[in-house]
């Protein structure tokens, strides 16, 4: 077990981490029952997990990750009938779960007048973003709690998303009782998000399951501007302390740089150019560069076809202004 401060904090705790055993799965189950928070990997990055009907214990998630109150939280479900209980599913989202669940793939659906969920999850919307975790880590917390989790990624409001436990640690020691270390995560990226309207999609957030996927099942809208709908939709997100750099062929004075395909730099995303694999080690890459003595971080080009418009959001976010 682990402890300390290094964040500075008021309520500033022991932070345990545990084996994702059984044992550790056990113990992350009674902690979310008791109204705290776990953090825990699931097939994307580690999320920072509560009790989705406890609108305390997710007020806890706001106050750890200084998250802002208008940005809604995605639920965490073991199956379709968990979803049922807390959206509408019409025709076509249930397409979807039965292409993509359990998977990397979130739903922005009518929340129904009885959902158990804590209004807070919504953020004053009338939808409710929900997601059926492939991870087997994830999938066992959520069944043997049997409530859904409401589990945005396990860092600090707009910093780099996390994708081992040391990430998790790193940004919330002191602020959370708990976290369950399964190694790195799988996709690397969050989950693709899309609210289903009518029969069509409306895509929110690109991720693991690419647009062309979506398009097979049903015809693919753009994002309103301006309108937060899902999470990852602020303008500044993922980001590092250093200021970002994009499509960069070489790096400037002072800047570390993060290579791909025949560009190598001190950090490479793939060396192959293999964009399943630039996705895995985006926000790993992310960390390493921010704990180096760089002032700034430059980047090399990365495609826009298939999975590259997923990374290319998450770094033209890490690059914006900062607010």
């Known amino acids: 077990m682990m402890t300390g401060h290094a964040t500075p904090h008021e309520d500033a705790q022991h932070t345990a981490v545990l084996p994702a055993d059984a044992a ?4 992350a ?14 097939e994307t990055v ?40 807390l959206a509408d599913l019409p025709p076509l989202a249930q397409r979807l779960i039965k292409a993509f669940w359990p998977g990397p793939l979130t739903l922005v659906l009518p929340a129904r007048a009885d959902s158990p969920a804590a209004k807070l999850v919504q953020a004053g919307l009338p939808t409710i973003a929900i997601r059926c975790p492939k991870h087997p880590t994830a999938q066992a917390v959520i ?16 910093r780099i998303s996390p994708t081992r ?22 996709a690397g990226l969050e989950s693709t998000i899309v609210a289903v309207e009518g029969e069509q999609l409306r895509l929110l957030r690109p991720g693991p399951i690419p647009r062309e996927a979506l398009e097979a099942i049903a015809p693919v809208l753009a994002a309103a501007d301006g309108k937060i709908q899902a999470p990852g939709q602020m303008s500044s997100h993922y980001a590092p302390r250093q200021p970002v750099r994009l499509n960069a062929a070489t790096p400037l004075p002072g800047e570390i ?32 560069a921010e704990s180096s003595n760089a002032s700034g971080i430059a980047v090399a080009p990365i495609p826009e076809d298939g999975l590259g418009a997923a990374i290319n959001d998450r770094l033209r976010r890490a690059a914006a202004p900062r607010r």
């Open 165 to 186: 436990a040391d990430h998790v640690l790193a940004g919330l020691q002191g602020r959370i009782p708990l976290i369950l270390d399964a190694g790195p995560t799988e």
């Open 29 to 42: 189950a009674d902690t979310l029952a008791r109204g705290q928070l776990v953090a825990l990997p699931t």
């Open 46 to 85: 580690y999320g920072l997990a509560a009790d989705a009907t406890n609108g305390e214990a997710v007020a806890r998630i706001y106050a750890a990750k200084g998250r802002p109150s208008f940005n809604p939280l995605i639920v965490h479900v073991d199956g379709p009938a968990m979803a049922a209980r």
């Open 24 to 27: 550790g799965i056990a113990a």
């Open 143 to 158: 069944a043997e709690l049997g409530r859904p989790v409401a589990a945005p990624s396990a860092n600090p409001s707009g």
């Open 257 to 288: 740089f993060i290579g791909f395909n025949g560009l190598n730099g001190d950090i490479n995303l793939s060396p192959q150019g293999d964009l399943l694999e630039a996705a895995a080690r985006l926000f790993d890459a992310l960390h390493l």
